[in-house]
């Protein structure tokens, strides 16, 4: 059977397995797909062992960086992104290295949540690796404009001025920033320390503006919670996000896209327990 496998440290809480199991039962696929613990000093040496073998695999933190530099080939989203998310098995045996994270959240905004971005106003918190690879894909729907607010200036600027060919993106503190916007997409890990990035509040136009949190969890994430006190037109978590990047790898592999709302249903309830 082809074997598929998650790379991270740690993984045991991948819901990857889930997510893919799911797919290759409704889409009728032969394969299996497992997490892998990868040693923090030697992502190589596991990933070349895996290849003997395996056809794809998924990797996650902190190894996203590593698997751009072991892949012998890349995407050019990969590219832009500088980091790589899916590797597959090409048949000379050669590994093809992509990112899908960034096409995973702009499907759940534009298909699950049938919000356009095209024209709209969008700020992004944060400026560290899952940003990098949202970039190109939010600049290819054709945006008014794009914000990126991140606590370190300087890694916004950055990353402003690398992406800056492809369409309107400039970069901000926090605490400047005080008129509307469409859509803010927090992309800071703020949450796993029960944070919200200082913004104002005045952000957010009650009754239209999206806020979408990359982070999940059992309970709302602060910035949703955040979001719903200061009444955003609508408020999404980072699960569907989750689901699409990976669907999109699954396609990536196997040339079926599977339906991701059934697979949500099923991982949002195993998230409540
Ligand atoms: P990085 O470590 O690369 O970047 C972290 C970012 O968060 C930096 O911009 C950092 O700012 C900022 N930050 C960290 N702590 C705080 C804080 N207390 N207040 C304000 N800003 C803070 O992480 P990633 O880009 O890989 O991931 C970002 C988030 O997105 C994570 O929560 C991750 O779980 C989530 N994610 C979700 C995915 C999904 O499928 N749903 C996929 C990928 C990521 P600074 O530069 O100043 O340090």
């Given at each position: 059977?082809?074997?598929?496998?998650v790379?991270?440290?740690?993984?045991?809480?991948?819901?990857?397995?889930?997510?893919?199991?799911?797919?290759a039962?409704?889409?009728?696929?032969?394969?299996?797909?497992?997490?892998?613990?990868?040693?923090?000093?030697?992502f190589?040496g596991?990933?070349?062992?895996?290849?003997?073998?395996?056809?794809?695999a998924?990797?996650?933190?902190?190894?996203?960086?590593?698997?751009?530099?072991?892949?012998?080939?890349l995407?050019?989203?990969?590219?832009?992104?500088?980091?790589?998310?899916?590797?597959s098995?090409?048949?000379?045996?050669?590994?093809?290295?992509?990112?899908t994270?960034?096409?995973?959240l702009?499907?759940?905004?534009?298909?699950?949540a049938?919000?356009?971005?095209?024209?709209?106003?969008?700020?992004?918190?944060?400026a560290?690796?899952?940003?990098?690879?949202?970039?190109?894909?939010?600049?290819a729907?054709?945006?008014?404009?794009?914000t990126?607010?991140?606590?370190?200036?300087?890694?916004?600027?950055?990353?402003?001025?690398?992406?800056?060919?492809?369409?309107?993106?400039?970069?901000?503190?926090?605490?400047?920033?005080?008129?509307?916007?469409?859509?803010?997409?927090?992309?800071?890990?703020?949450?796993?320390?029960?944070?919200?990035?200082?913004?104002?509040?005045?952000?957010?136009?009650?009754?239209?503006?999206?806020?979408?949190?990359m982070?999940?969890?059992?309970?709302?994430?602060?910035?949703?919670?955040?979001?719903?006190?200061?009444?955003?037109?609508?408020?999404?978590d980072?699960?569907?996000?989750?689901?699409?990047?990976?669907?999109?790898?699954?396609?990536?592999?196997?040339?079926?896209?599977?339906?991701?709302?059934?697979?949500?249903?099923?991982?949002?309830?195993?998230?409540?327990?």
């Amino acid at each position: 059977m082809d074997r598929y496998v998650v790379f991270g440290n740690p993984i045991a809480h991948s819901k990857s397995p889930v997510l893919h199991s799911l797919f290759a039962e409704q889409t009728g696929q032969a394969m299996q797909y497992d997490t892998l613990l990868a040693p923090l000093d030697d992502f190589t040496g596991c990933a070349t062992a895996f290849f003997t073998q395996g056809r794809g695999a998924n990797v996650t933190v902190p190894f996203k960086e590593q698997a751009y530099r072991f892949a012998h080939q890349l995407s050019a989203r990969a590219l832009r992104a500088g980091a790589v998310n899916t590797l597959s098995k090409l048949a000379d045996g050669r590994v093809l290295g992509d990112n899908t994270d960034g096409a995973g959240l702009v499907r759940d905004l534009t298909v699950n949540a049938g919000f356009s971005l095209k024209g709209k106003r969008i700020l992004i918190l944060g400026a560290g690796g899952a940003v990098r690879g949202a970039l190109e894909p939010i600049l290819a729907q054709g945006p008014a404009s794009v914000t990126i607010a991140n606590r370190t200036v300087e890694k916004a600027e950055q990353l402003a001025e690398l992406f800056s060919d492809l369409g309107p993106v400039a970069a901000s503190g926090f605490d400047w920033l005080r008129e509307p916007v469409d859509l803010i997409i927090n992309a800071t890990s703020a949450s796993l320390a029960g944070e919200v990035p200082p913004i104002a509040s005045s952000l957010i136009e009650p009754g239209n503006t999206l806020c979408y949190d990359m982070m999940y969890g059992k309970e709302p994430t602060p910035f949703c919670a955040w979001a719903t006190e200061h009444r955003a037109g609508q408020v999404m978590d980072g699960l569907g996000m989750l689901a699409e990047q990976a669907a999109e790898a699954f396609y990536l592999w196997r040339g079926v896209r599977p339906d991701t709302a059934p697979a949500l249903v099923q991982l949002r309830r195993l998230l409540a327990l």
